[in-house]
């Protein structure tokens, strides 16, 4: 050896799945995993890793416009972020030469990570969008050939004043409205949640009511450490947010902001998903604290509300109650589209639990995988 | 002046399958050419190669290394160091990075 390479595992081989199928898209610290399971999601195979030793935090499958195009966005410890794509569910990804998400020069950034790959409308089936660090807006119109920054947020005045998190300063929400297509809300750590109203031209803030605890000014414009904010597609205007303390519902896409933490032995973490039919049921796992952002009481627990935040309830049935010193990360938990759902979460020691029956009940789907920051789950249409 | 860059395993699929690849730099004051100045021809023949070795902003990734010989360009003047006549630059992932 001389130059310090070496081979990488080629174990992964892609998945082979038909419509009605369930596939789960792991991203963690060491590559990416897709795990599979036939319509009843009581059989899982895993196929994987791809990207061996590349960080990630970003996996969407689109199937828009009747494809299954899977992306990734390995981040390479050394050599940095590309965006991948999959069109036979991870047999084969697109090795592009050139990086094609890049901030432009004169900017002075630098990309450092891909937080998050999200469609765009289901009538615009070209459009997808990319949440970066620093935080920022990616936008292609081309189906994801070409990218290019949102302008109105690359160049906000804000921009000076964030300042990263421990995970950096990473856009981790983009929610466009189905309802109108010169909206879309936008959550990144720190800064707060942002609303553009004339197609990404402006943004401006709004985090009325929602804490900030580490801050003197603990209720300022914007400068709020935003873990993840979820909304369904029936109720745009309703969101849902789990802050770096606090747990907030919005009726008005975030012109206010209303407590919601009923229930919950804490109001701190960073998981929240939102169940795909039911617009009133949502899903989090509470950390003890900032100081310790593990499960409180070593107890394995998601937490859902089935009438929009006014209570929260415990489920416990399946996951380890005892010594049970779980993370888990923002992108980590995901729901499928059954009727009763499968609900999915990722912890950073390397366990994927699964739930088909809405959460009320819960198993093992895996163990010993890398540190897991991504799970999102799909079924196949 | 012809300088030789060697490129480490995982990045010799853009550089045509090669280890080394040599790039006819300008020293246009009659010195030695620079790093940069042999950057600058990598990012015109070869951009998908520099883009794994330099940031946007034109910096060195992190946990990548650059040699001129056996000296590490953040040691040795960064990417002003000059290539003497039969050195060649290394490029190498740090021991860091991973």
């Not at chain 1, 992306?71 to 999959?86: E, H, K, M, V």
């Not at chain 1, 990144?188 to 009325?208: A, I, L």
């Not at chain 1, 959460?359 to 920051?373: F, M």
């Not at chain 2, 045509?16 to 620079?34: C, K």
Request: glycine residues 12%.
């Amino acid at each position: 050896m001389v130059d310090g390479g070496g081979d990488m595992p080629e174990a992964a081989k892609g998945v082979r799945a038909e419509e009605g199928d369930t596939v789960l898209l792991i991203g963690t610290m060491k590559g990416a995993f897709l795990a599979h399971a036939g319509p009843d999601r009581s059989e899982w195979s895993m196929d994987g890793p791809h990207f061996p030793g590349e960080e990630v935090y970003a996996l969407a499958l689109d199937q828009r416009n009747g494809g299954r195009a899977l992306w990734a966005a390995p981040g390479n410890p050394f050599f940095g972020t590309t965006l991948r794509r999959s069109d036979d569910l991870g047999a084969t990804w697109s090795d592009p030469e050139a990086r094609t998400v890049k901030f432009p020069e004169g900017s002075e950034l630098a990309l450092k990570r891909v937080w998050q790959i999200r469609e765009g409308r289901a009538d615009d089936p070209s459009s997808l969008y990319l949440g970066v660090e620093p935080s920022c807006v990616f936008e292609s119109r081309d189906g994801g050939d070409s990218w290019s920054p949102v302008q109105g947020f690359l160049e906000h005045e804000h921009r000076p004043f964030w300042t990263p998190g421990a995970g950096g300063l990473c856009m981790h929400t983009i929610l466009p409205d189905p309802a109108n297509d010169d909206r879309m809300g936008v959550a990144f750590s720190t800064g707060g949640f942002y609303r553009t109203e004339d197609g990404g031209r402006t943004w401006h803030p709004r985090n009325v009511g929602v804490r900030a605890e580490f801050l003197p000014d603990k209720h300022p414009e914007f400068g709020q450490c935003v873990h993840k904010v979820v909304h369904h597609p029936s109720r745009p205007e309703r969101l849902f947010l789990q802050n770096h303390w606090g747990l907030y519902r919005s009726d008005n896409w975030g012109d206010r902001w209303e407590d919601i933490a009923n229930g919950v032995p804490s109001d701190f973490g960073f998981a929240m998903a939102m169940h795909s039919t039911d617009p009133d049921t949502v899903y989090i796992v509470p950390m003890e604290s900032d100081q310790f952002r593990c499960t409180p009481e070593a107890r394995m627990r998601v937490y859902r509300t089935r009438d929009a935040g006014a209570s929260w309830h415990a489920l416990e049935d399946g996951l380890p109650q005892e010594n049970a010193y779980e993370t888990v990360l923002r992108d980590a938990l995901d729901t499928d589209a059954g009727q009763a759902a499968g609900v999915y979460f990722g912890t950073r020691s390397g366990k994927v639990f699964a739930s088909r029956d809405d959460g009320d009940s819960w198993q093992l789907l895996r163990e010993g995988l890398p540190p897991v920051v991504c799970v999102k789950a799909v079924t196949l249409t | 002046m012809s300088v030789v860059l060697v490129v480490p395993s995982q990045l010799r699929a853009l550089a045509g399958g090669r280890g080394r690849i040599e790039l006819d730099v300008d020293a246009a004051d009659g010195r030695p050419p620079t790093v940069r100045a042999t950057l600058e021809v990598l990012r015109r023949n070869h951009p998908g190669l520099y883009d794994r070795i330099v940031t946007e902003r034109h910096e060195l990734r992190p946990h990548v290394n650059v040699f001129v010989g056996h000296d590490d360009i953040r040691w040795s003047g960064g990417f002003g160091t000059r290539i003497p006549e039969g050195h060649e630059v290394v490029v190498l992932p740090s021991v860091s990075g991973g």
